[in-house]
């Protein structure tokens, strides 16, 4: 599963809307879209954050995340 299907799923359980999540987390409601998306990725001090806001385990979801990136080649 995906960062961003993730946060989705865990911000749907606990009802809320991406507009109050960003509140909350004291982003704009698009920087949340832009997460769940996968367009963009939240920062380190925000992953753990949002591990924390929306009780998930910042340790298996960044393995199995971060599993399905590609490193450039040269």
Do not use: I
Not at 39 to 68: C, E, K
């Amino acid at each position: 599963m995906e960062l961003g299907q993730k946060l989705k799923e865990c911000r749907l359980a606990l009802n809320k809307t991406q507009q109050q999540m960003a509140t909350e987390l004291h982003v704009t409601r698009q920087t949340v879209s832009h997460w769940e998306n996968n367009d963009t990725y939240p920062s380190l001090d925000m992953l753990v954050t949002l591990s924390d806001y929306l009780g998930f385990s910042l340790d298996t979801t960044l393995t199995v995340s971060y599993t399905h990136l590609t490193l450039p080649t040269n």
